[in-house]
């Protein structure tokens, strides 16, 4: 069996499994955050922290929420980093430094997981399980609560309430993010992913040292981190390590992990407004991105355009040869299409247009699943821009799912969107302008690229790098932490800002004039403006970095 055919069985068998599930995890997934009863344990929960599960929130309550949970979360971890020699489990390791510990607080919370430091050097096992492991599931769980509140104002009417965030958070925790990662952990066990506390990895030959390095809860952190569509790893090569993705039968499995709940949420988002065949379009516009992007990818990587891959028959530098080239593309498209920065590759060594894909998927906003819950609201609000470009052209007022689509509605859809080219282009100049581009280890297009990339990562919340440069200055993780923390909780106030703006409307009567917003059509019209506004907006950057060194 070729290599292509082999990569073409992978993808084939993964799409089939995840049409097989969209349907019933969606379901679940829907019963878990639109029931009405409260299990034991969650009760336990409210009463302990003071809420009343009834009691909804509105849009800006549900905001001060989230910003509160976070900004709480960020000085525990930050804490919690710079403490640790005092702590239990902690292997002996220094306190981080706080440049350090500041990014990589920021990096957990926002859901980003941005490593700028080897994980089984630097961090004890109780930062890892008790700092680390848990923001892998809150922050997640914080996505998806924002994605469910956005819905919300979608589906209700004439009030401004978009649900509870602590009843969010705690189901989304209990009901869907434990259970998944229970199985996936045992999953991934069965495949060879060691769980252990003790049993030391030798780093003498790599350190000139004697020093060993007790393994880590290596599968439940596995199996976390990707389910959460996070990245970040107890090993600082990730995905890999062969303790952490040993075969190919793993690496399948965790890519079906990472889009597992991204996309099945449109099937959430259309149980919730009533109309199913609306999350099948979403779906389908998620699919469609992601397919285009992994085939072109898989193109790039196994043609190996450059000098050396054409030499040698294969661009293989950088890739693990138990994964093979296309494998290795696949997962590469799947962990920057959502927002999970796991890697079982170096992105730096791809091909310099298989680099580029990496970069443009980020760009892209990440739709395509995206990131648990930031994926759907970040479709949904380009849905949004749709229908208004759709209204201009008919010269009709734009609506979606029966809300008008007003100034104050596209203010929010526009400056969400503004939000990471702001941040990611304005990073790279300040790099090149203060000359901390002399991190990058390479000059020229790919040192731009190297760089571009890292500030791409870090605003769009990924996780990911072109491992070429060296980041943990603490210009780069003051600079990056910054992107991190806005790229993550603007966005958020603005959807919702609209989700409140739209749960507050009358609904409006579909008539003649009004677009089918699940046809395919719209369907058509949504990849159209994602793939426009993106072309638009980092074209001359690409332009400067991967396609320069590709031609």
């Known amino acids: 069996m070729t290599m292509t055919t082999a990569g073409v069985i992978f993808i084939v068998?993964?799409?089939a499994a995840l049409v097989a599930v969209y349907k019933p995890f969606g379901d679940y997934m829907f019963r878990a955050v639109a029931g009405t009863k409260q299990s034991r344990v969650e009760r336990g929960i409210f009463r302990l922290v003071g809420v009343n599960p009834a009691a909804e929130q509105t849009w800006g309550v549900y905001a001060r929420s989230v910003l509160a949970f976070s900004a709480v979360s960020i000085l525990f971890l930050y804490l919690f980093q710079r403490v640790q020699n005092h702590l239990w489990?902690?292997?002996?390791?220094?306190?981080?430094?706080?440049?350090?510990?500041?990014?990589?607080?920021?990096?957990?919370?926002?859901?980003?997981?941005?490593?700028?430091?080897?994980?089984?050097?630097?961090?004890?096992?109780?930062?890892?399980?008790?700092?680390?492991a848990v923001q892998n599931f809150v922050s997640a769980a914080v996505g998806i609560a924002v994605a469910v509140a956005l819905v919300r104002g979608f589906a209700r009417s004439r009030t401004g309430q978009v649900g509870n965030f602590w009843v969010d958070l705690t189901?989304?925790?209990?009901?869907?993010?434990?259970?998944?990662?229970?199985?996936?952990?045992?999953?991934?066990?069965i495949g060879g992913v060691v769980q252990n506390l003790s049993g030391g990895t030798d780093v003498s030959t790599l350190t000139g040292g004697t020093q060993t390095i007790t393994g880590g809860p290596v599968a439940s952190q596995e199996v976390i981190k990707e389910l959460g569509t996070n990245g970040g790893g107890f090993y600082n090569v990730n995905s890999a390590h062969p303790f952490e993705n040993p075969t190919s039968w793993t690496n399948w499995l965790e890519i079906f992990l990472i889009f597992l709940i991204p996309f099945s949420l449109p099937r959430v988002f259309g149980?919730?407004?009533?109309?199913?065949?609306?999350?099948?379009?979403?779906?389908?516009?998620?699919?469609?991105?992601?397919?285009?992007?992994?085939?072109?990818?898989?193109?790039?990587?196994?043609?190996?355009?450059?000098?050396v891959p054409q030499a040698v028959g294969a661009a293989l530098e950088g890739k693990e040869v138990r994964f093979d080239v296309s494998n290795s593309a696949t997962f590469a498209a799947a962990t920057t299409l959502t927002s999970t920065g796991a890697v079982n590759s170096f992105h730096d060594s791809f091909t310099s247009l298989g680099g580029m894909m990496t970069m443009v998927?980020?760009?892209?906003g990440e739709v395509?699943?995206?990131?648990?819950?930031?994926?759907?609201?970040?479709?949904?609000?380009?849905?949004v821009i749709t229908v208004f470009v759709a209204g201009l052209m008919v010269g009709r007022t734009p609506e979606y799912l029966g809300k008008k689509i007003g100034s104050r509605e596209i203010k929010f859809a526009s400056l969400y969107f503004l939000i990471t080219p702001i941040l990611v282009l304005t990073g790279t100049a300040a790099a090149f302008a203060t000359g901390n581009n002399s991190t990058a280890l390479n000059v020229g297009p790919h040192g731009l690229s190297e760089v571009l990339y890292a500030f791409t990562s870090a605003s769009n919340n990924n996780g990911s790098a072109f491992g070429g440069i060296t980041v943990n200055t603490t210009w780069w993780d003051t600079a990056l932490g910054l992107c991190m923390l806005l790229g993550r909780f603007l966005p958020i106030i603005f959807v919702l800002a609209l989700a409140g703006s739209l749960a507050r409307q009358a609904p409006t009567p579909a008539s003649e004039g009004t677009l089918p917003t699940h046809r395919p059509l719209f369907i058509g019209m949504v990849v159209g403006v994602t793939v426009v506004l993106v072309a638009l907006t980092f074209l001359p950057a690409l332009a400067l970095g991967p396609l320069a060194e590709g031609l």
Request: charged share 5%; no cysteine; glycine share 14%.
């Open 368 to 383: 395509a699943p995206g990131g648990t819950g930031s994926g759907l609201y970040g479709l949904l609000i380009l849905a």
């Open 171 to 189: 189901r989304i925790t209990l009901r869907i993010l434990l259970p998944i990662a229970v199985l996936g952990a045992i999953a991934l066990m």
């Open 89 to 132: 489990l902690s292997l002996g390791f220094d306190p981080v430094v706080p440049h350090g510990a500041w990014n990589t607080a920021v990096s957990f919370v926002t859901n980003t997981n941005w490593q700028s430091y080897s994980g089984e050097s630097t961090m004890g096992h109780l930062v890892q399980m008790a700092g680390l």
């Open 361 to 364: 998927n980020m760009m892209l």
């Open 271 to 307: 149980r919730m407004v009533g109309q199913n065949r609306q999350g099948y379009a979403i779906a389908a516009v998620m699919g469609i991105l992601a397919v285009a992007s992994v085939a072109i990818t898989n193109i790039f990587e196994l043609t190996g355009h450059g000098t």
């Open 13 to 15: 068998t993964l799409v």
